[in-house]
């Protein structure tokens, strides 16, 4: 207890209670206090370095002018950042092909398939493995801790292993062999080496969405179900009118956060397939650029930035990924239990890399 | 509300029947279930079991796809920490450990103030601030790596050993990441002894920090797991921001280079695999109910 005395936040330690104002008063200032330190971090970190990048698209890298050969400081460099990539201009001709510039949109159609056919298989098998976990079974935990290994497996141990397993002479096209498939080059072949990136993804966390739809069926009273079976509902009639809307929030909750894992997916194909058979995404070209010149890469990190961003508000405010809760009753009946504030889910560890 | 499907109820006739389609139905409910379940555990181990099989194999036997472990050896794990082919396994665990503990104490230190202050109380501006946060949740890491290398070089961190150069940009998603998941637990705690320990005369700092945070520590514990764990998984960051002092152990791996140029080094990069990654199993193990509700808290609440 007294370790943790010293840390307190000093501004809290000498204010009485106003009891004139009621136990409750204050409730602004210390929230801000506290919630101040966060705050100082996230600018440092997070705010600053975005707006630094942002201010970074908007300037030209020094070296040579390749129209006139002469070197350059760099300076200005108005919107050609972004042209370069969404327009395809260098300089003021198109990108010859083969260039970092000409792979953009290769590489955000590829991510865009990531994302769509990983998130897609992920909710499907996600809602079997949620629905057969939300049975009563010996050893639940047991499968649970199962489950989790490739949740805790590091995201670059994943690759290699996948990487191992996908190689020629491995098990994967030993197993192909068995049922009469030929070997496949899983990480050059340009159809294989996608899809082996889109197993290795929802092998890993296929368990984290399964976990969260878990935690939204384990909601759902038993007696709607007696209901519905007393009322002769088909299983198919249960799963559709019944299962599928009361975890509606929780599983959009959960698509959000791995639509926005996907779109920034960097570690599996930078490790598994290295870019090969057309498998480079946004983050890799991100950072194939940065090596090149930091001017363009902030620019095609800030358009990630953006995709990303408008994402996340099209599922919030379409989808239903209701990600904070905000309870109506919030301003009228503060102590309220029920005016706790939802909180927004955690996406956890699975959100960087992935 | 429309929960349930008007559908005109069967006849009462044929009742043995019934039973017995019943009852059959339910017994192959029963092995539906049961493989089901088998389904869910070989998808879990499958891939894990391989590596350690691997791991424990001759390294001429590399693609032996016998399913039992055959050729059983250490060697792999000599190789994996030794430095001759220019690996650095070993010094890359230490780094790690370093790197995850030190975000994940800062992280904690910061986040369980504004985790209170969410859970807690209510003020102006207070969801605004739970947008920003979960904002940061979302933050692509590549968008900082440009702005942070050409700081960080400025500084001079990124040759020899400067850790701050992975712990800094770690904490932008640990941080993040500790709030929601701390929120979430400190939000289902017993309150009431909060507030009776208010009307008995504490501040609300004694009271949180007297009452409160005992209480609170196998939530407390879950989260700094849950916060090491994204540290100790992270690459392109680290990737980015680490010179060959500070390499982490899943840049290591990545980088894990053979005794000839062209060739992977699969049964050593499989052990080195395994040391990362037993550890993190057996966690998940011991604190599997706690790290689900950890990791599922929150985004069933009504």
Known sequence: MSAVADTAPKPVKNKPVKQSKGLHAGQGRQGWLLVAPTIAFLTVIIIYPLIKAIQLSFQKDAGLDPSTGLFVEGGNAGLSNYTHWLLQKCGNVDCPPGTIGAQFYDALWVTLFFTVVSVAIEVLLGIWFAMIMNRDFRGRGLVRAAILVPWAIPTAVTAKLFYFMFAYDGIINKLLGVV????????????????????????????????????????????????????????????????????????????????????????????????????????????????????????????????????????????????????????KKPKDKDAQPGNPVAANATSTGA | MTATTATTAPPASGRTEAQEIHFRSDRNAKIRMYLGLAVLVIWGLAPFYWMIVTAFRDVGYTFDSTPWPTHVTLDNFKTAFSTGRGNHFGAALVHSIIIGVVTTAVAMLVGVFASYALARLNFPGKYAVLGVILGASMFPGVALVSPLFQMFSSFGWLSGVNYQALIIPNISFALPLTIYTLTAFLAEMPWELEESARIDGCTPGQAFRKIMLPLAAPGLFTTAILAFIASWNEYLLAQQFSTPKTQTVTVAIAQFTGAQPHQEPYTAVMAAGTIVTVPLIIMVLVFQRAIVSGLTAGGVKG
Request: proline share 6%.
């Open chain 1, 180 to 331: 009469g498939f030929g070997p496949k080059l899983w990480t050059s072949d340009p159809l294989a080496a996608k899809f082996a990136i889109i197993i290795a993804d929802v092998w890993k966390t296929t368990p984290f969405m399964a976990l969260l739809i878990l935690a939204g069926l384990q909601l759902i009273p038993g007696d709607v179900y007696e209901a519905a079976q007393i009322d002769g509902a088909t299983k198919w009639q249960t799963f559709m009118k019944i299962t599928l809307p009361l975890v509606k929030t929780p599983l959009m909750v959960a698509v959000l956060f791995r639509t926005l894992d996907v779109l920034r997916i960097y570690d599996l194909p930078a490790i598994l397939t290295g870019g090969a058979g057309g498998t480079t995404s946004l983050s890799m070209l991100v950072i194939k650029q940065k090596n090149e010149g930091f001017h363009g890469a902030s620019a095609l990190s800030t358009i990630v930035f953006l995709l990303i961003a408008l994402t996340a508000y099209l599922f919030i405010q379409f989808g239903g990924a209701d990600v904070i809760q905000r309870p109506p009753s919030a301003k």
